[in-house]
């Protein structure tokens, strides 16, 4: 393998990441009013003091991904994998380290721009120029959106507004939505569970194919299975550094035993 | 494929010099596990772009204007969205301007009396607070456009403006209801109709920039520091009390003549007073020039000028900041 990587355009380089999260209010006497002046009157101190909890969420992270390549990311809750993603899509700001990308990567997902008032249609109008779509490229992929979703399959549920959707029928649409772009570096936030057995064949396809355009697909998740299936390599994060970095089978191994086994009871063998 | 592999921690190290750039470029080492240096060597030797940096001001204003039936579409969603569930529905845009008159006519028009000396009280007080809503919200609004849209933010790749000026464009829209509304006050009043009713757009977009510069500044001011959002309505609402929404700057000060010479001029400068009597001037005839300080439309638009673009700049500086918690 080593003699074929040397041909591999890099997609994305992090080089020893590092990223902090500051929350405000944590301090002693939370939210009482002596607490929030005492904060004030001591601002030039240490932020610790002045009620600033500070939170590091990934530690010094350094890995090389390939044109090509589906990384998987792997971790108990809470070890950073999400934020890790949103740093290499450039949406939250590193602390240290650098990350250098080809392209502009970005994360599967649009909920955030979507408003639950509004009917589906505008929806994925919005959703779709949400992410960079002209409108034209909107209003070229509509139906196509409209028909993977299935919202219509059961009536005329486009022109009705979102909150009326069912959790799943709401799920479906945002993923169609997002999946209607093709992206340089893909992310994926375990987006694979959304929606009933049969919209997760055809999500589990639309992602395929996805790989197919996008240069390199990172995958957040915490089915095994789904990891196993779609990636080729595996960066395991634990309380924000990176354990362990490359093949599925070698990593997801060591998680597993990490974690207790797959399925079946769990080895008299402690965490490695 | 796997050259990386258990290699689980860095250690930092001093940066290569050029020479040694040159070397790696020659010789990339196949097996060895790549140094911090090497890193940064490799990502330069493929062109890969440094992920979530700052872009330069035309990019950014370019990649802006890229995103423009975003904004559009961003601001009529929010506007669209939020009436929907009222049962009267979008006849809300032109209520709630209405109803806000309404309250003040009685206070300021029937309480306090303070529409003795000033012709046409009501249309001068409607066009007064419409106007001085339209800044007030836009501000309010901008001020909590980054901290109160994280998700947003932390989800897509956008410039971070197309958030504080699409708030401004929903309040610009809201205008226009109220504007609609204002015709038929000013109609039911006996305001005739004229050409200077033409003036109003210069006057708006005069307005729309300065409301979109200053809140571009909130905006980032509120994203450092959320608490400012708390502080905002009262500083906004004694802002609203010297600005002369219901009273007369003109009138008052020619009541008081012991007051010291530069207190009309600044006054009369302050940017808000300035686009409600501009606007005042356009649409009632009563309203006369001599009421509005010299060189009006010079203030107006440098009001416009300093805050649009100094408030974008400033903005923007921040730029790659915006999404951290």
């Known amino acids: 393998m080593a003699d074929i990587e040397n041909d591999q355009i890099p997609t994305v380089v992090a080089h020893g990441v590092d990223i902090v999260y500051r929350v405000n209010g944590t301090g002693a006497g939370k939210g009482s009013a002596t607490a929030a002046?005492?904060?004030?009157?001591?601002?030039?101190?240490a932020e610790k003091a002045a009620g600033v909890r500070k939170v590091h969420a990934v530690?010094?992270?350094?890995?090389?991904?390939?044109?090509?390549?589906?990384?998987?990311?792997?971790?108990t809750n809470g070890s950073g994998k999400s934020t890790l993603l949103k740093a290499v899509a450039g949406l939250l700001p590193v602390e240290n380290g650098r990350i250098y990308t080809h392209g502009q990567p970005s994360l599967l997902g649009v909920?955030?721009?979507?408003?639950?008032?509004?009917?589906?249609?505008?929806?994925?109008?919005?959703g779709g120029l949400a992410m960079g779509m002209s409108r034209?490229?909107?209003?070229?992929?509509?139906?196509?959106?409209?028909?993977?979703?299935?919202?219509?399959?059961?009536?005329?549920?486009?022109?009705?507004?979102?909150?009326?959707?069912?959790?799943?029928?709401?799920?479906?649409?945002?993923?169609?939505?997002?999946?209607?772009?093709?992206h340089d570096v893909l992310l994926i936030d375990e987006a694979l569970a959304t929606g009933d057995r049969s919209f997760q064949k055809r999500s589990e396809e639309r992602i395929r194919e996805l790989r197919k355009h996008a240069g390199t697909v990172f995958l957040v998740s915490h089915s095994n299975k789904s990891i196993r299936d779609t990636c080729d390599r595996v960066l395991w994060l634990e309380r924000g550094e990176l354990r362990m970095d490359g093949p599925t089978d070698e990593v997801l191994a060591a998680y597993e035993d990490f974690t207790g086994g797959p399925d079946k009871a769990r080895p008299k063998a402690t965490a490695a | 494929m796997y050259r990386?592999?258990?290699?689980?921690?860095?250690?930092?190290?001093?940066?290569?010099?050029?020479?040694?750039?040159?070397?790696?470029?020659?010789?990339?080492?196949?097996?060895?596990?790549?140094?911090?240096?090497?890193?940064?060597?490799?990502a330069a030797r493929h062109g890969l772009a440094v992920s979530g940096a700052r872009p330069s001001l035309p990019e950014y204003v370019r990649e802006l204007w890229a995103r423009r039936h975003f904004i559009t579409a961003f601001s009529t969603a929010k506007l669209t969205a939020q009436y929907s569930q009222a049962k009267l529905g979008q006849v809300w845009q032109v209520m709630n301007p209405l109803l806000n008159a309404a309250v003040y006519y009685f206070i300021f028009g029937v309480l306090l009396g303070t529409k003795r000396n000033v012709p046409d009280y009501v249309p001068f007080l409607v066009t007064g607070v419409f106007i001085w809503t339209f800044t007030q919200s836009s501000i309010l609004a901008g001020t909590r456009a980054i901290s109160g849209n994280l998700g947003l933010v932390r989800a897509l790749h956008f410039p971070r403006a197309a958030l504080p000026i699409s708030f401004c464009l929903q309040q610009l829209q809201q205008l226009l209801f109220s504007m609609c509304a204002l015709v038929v006050i000013l109609?039911?009043?006996?305001?005739?109709?004229?050409?200077?009713?033409?003036?109003?757009?210069?006057?708006?977009?005069?307005?729309?920039?300065?409301?979109?510069?200053?809140?571009?500044?909130?905006?980032?001011?509120?994203?450092?520091?959320p608490d400012i959002a708390q502080l905002m309505p009262f500083i906004l609402r004694t802002w609203m009390y010297v600005s002369g929404v219901m009273w007369s700057i003109d009138k008052l000060?020619?009541?008081?003549?012991?007051?010291?010479?530069?207190?009309v001029p600044v006054l009369q400068a302050n940017p808000a007073a300035v686009y409600i009597d501009l606007m005042r001037y356009a649409l009632i005839d009563s309203f006369h020039a001599s009421q509005l300080p010299h060189h009006v439309w010079a203030i107006a638009t440098a009001w416009a000028l300093v805050a649009g673009i100094g408030g974008f700049i400033y903005f923007w500086k921040a730029e790659e900041t915006y999404g951290r918690g």
């Open chain 2, 253 to 263: 000060a020619k009541g008081h003549h012991d007051w010291p010479s530069w207190v």
């Open chain 1, 136 to 182: 034209e490229q909107v209003r070229d992929r509509y139906e196509e959106i409209v028909d993977f979703s299935g919202i219509n399959e059961k009536g005329d549920f486009i022109t009705l507004p979102m909150r009326t959707y069912s959790s799943g029928m709401a799920a479906r649409l945002r993923f169609s939505i997002a999946a209607a772009k093709d």
């Open chain 1, 111 to 126: 909920n955030a721009a979507l408003m639950n008032d509004l009917t589906g249609e505008r929806n994925v109008y919005l």
């Open chain 1, 59 to 75: 530690k010094n992270v350094s890995f090389v991904a390939y044109k090509g390549e589906a990384i998987g990311l792997i971790g």
């Open chain 2, 4 to 42: 990386h592999s258990r290699r689980t921690r860095t250690t930092p190290t001093p940066r290569v010099k050029a020479a040694d750039v040159s070397q790696v470029l020659d010789t990339p080492p196949p097996t060895a596990p790549p140094t911090d240096d090497d890193l940064a060597a490799l």
């Open chain 1, 37 to 45: 002046l005492n904060r004030m009157m001591r601002r030039g101190q």
């Open chain 2, 187 to 225: 109609l039911c009043f006996g305001v005739p109709i004229s050409a200077s009713w033409l003036l109003a757009i210069p006057a708006l977009v005069l307005q729309f920039t300065f409301n979109a510069g200053v809140s571009m500044v909130m905006a980032r001011m509120g994203a450092k520091t």
